[in-house]
Nanobody, 127 residues
Framework: HVQLVESGGGSAQTGGSLRLSCVVS?????VAWFRQAPGTTREGVAV???????SYPESVRGRFVISLDLTKNTLYLQMNSLKPEDTAMYYC?????????????????????????WGQGTQVTVS
């Protein structure tokens, strides 16, 4: 069983930065960050595999960076050059299938993305 606890959300100005953290307990295949704004479908924003392969959709590529510190069992999402359209609830998820790399890269929205575990979410607001 995997438990996920996110932190680091908050408010930022356009062009600013925030770093999200997610403590991940237990074994998992892949971990990722997703976001969902009111009235929209949840979308993947970053995925990282155990071999350090990563994937980002075009909407955040070059601005967001996902990383995993195994010594701290913590997943991070560094968000730079924030835009108002980045405003959403952000969730970390674990135990995704490898094909989620392609889904996220192409911006394909798959219900649940095959993830087994989800965190409670942390709000990010950019104004």
């Amino acid at each position: 069983h995997v438990q996920l606890v996110e932190s680091g959300g908050g408010s930022a100005q356009t062009g600013g930065s925030l770093r999200l953290s997610c403590v991940v307990s237990g074994d998992h295949r892949m971990v990722a960050w997703f976001r969902q704004a009111p009235g929209t479908t949840r979308e993947g924003v970053a995925v990282i595999c155990s071999d350090d392969a990563t994937s980002y959709p075009e909407s955040v590529r070059g601005r967001f960076v996902i990383s995993l510190d195994l010594t701290k069992n913590t997943l991070y999402l560094q968000m730079n050059s924030l835009k108002p359209e980045d405003t959403a609830m952000y969730y970390c998820a674990a135990d995704l299938p490898r094909r989620a790399l392609g889904w996220v890269r192409l911006g394909v929205k798959i219900p649940g993305y095959g993830a087994t575990y989800w965190g409670q979410g942390t709000q990010v607001t950019v104004s």
